[in-house]
T-cell receptor
Framework: NAGVTQTPKFQVLKTGQSMTLQCAQD?????MYWYRQDPGMGLRLIYY???????DKGEVPNGYNVSRLNKREFSLRLESAAPSQTSVYFC????????????FGQGTRLTVV | QQQVKQSPQSLIVQKGGISIINCAYE??????FPWYQQFPGKGPALLIA?????SEKKEGRFTISFNKSAKQFSLHIMDSQPGDSATYFC??????????FGSGTKLNVKP
């Protein structure tokens, strides 16, 4: 079972470049999430998708966009990367709002120089 | 400001000892309180969770104690083992699994 798969695992971007982080889950989950993890800050929710076709902002959405391409895939896009977006990004999924265990991917370590 | 405050930042415990990590929250709408365990280079994984209708939940060596009136909850790891060395995050959520995480506690269990 792959669970939640994120690509790429590592990325270095120059300020102003754009990129898309990919996430796919094979657990038939309805809800998907993007978090960023920074030292001393825990994980903070960027965007989430309660179900296919819907997306909503989390705690720290500025500078990001998301697409729920289908039930399996939820991508995170940085249109113009900034050094403040240097972080480890985690995608997660859960069955739905009533089954509240969230399963996380292994993370993408992004550095913006 | 952080919705869930976690302490301590780091913890060193001898093998066989008890590890205790504390969290506090303000939002009374939170109705689900999980603890996640994270090993280096991995994503967080659910360890144990509690809802506010009970004051304690135990799974093996791991226990959550929940004090609704004080808006606090804690994780106790009994008989701590070197394999428990990891970073632990408390979290809270209400709607749509929008988790608010604590800042994390790095636990080091010395053999």
């Amino acid at each position: 079972n792959a669970g939640v798969t994120q690509t790429p695992k590592f990325q270095v971007l120059k300020t102003g470049q754009s990129m898309t982080l990919q996430c796919a889950q094979d657990m038939n989950h309805n809800s998907m999430y993007w978090y960023r993890q920074d030292p001393g800050m825990g994980l903070r929710l960027i965007y989430y998708s309660a179900s296919e076709g819907t997306t909503d902002k989390g705690e720290v959405p500025n500078g990001y966009n998301v697409s729920r391409l289908n039930k399996r895939e939820f991508s995170l896009r940085l249109e113009s990367a900034a050094p403040s977006q240097t972080s480890v990004y985690f995608c997660a999924s859960s069955l739905d709002r009533t089954n509240t265990e969230a399963f996380f991917g292994q993370g993408t370590r992004l550095t913006v120089v | 400001q952080q919705q869930v405050k976690q302490s301590p930042q780091s913890l060193i415990v001898q093998k066989g000892g008890i590890s205790i990590i504390n969290c506090a929250y303000e939002n009374t709408a939170f109705d689900y309180f999980p603890w996640y365990q994270q090993f280096p280079g991995k994503g967080p994984a659910l360890l144990i969770a509690i809802r506010p209708d009970v004051s304690e939940k135990k799974e093996g060596r791991f226990t959550i104690s929940f004090n609704k009136s004080a808006k606090q909850f804690s994780l106790h790891i009994m008989d701590s083992q070197p394999g428990d060395s990891a970073t632990y995050f408390c979290a809270a959520s209400s709607d749509f699994n929008k988790f608010y995480f604590g800042s994390g506690t790095k636990l080091n269990v010395k053999p």
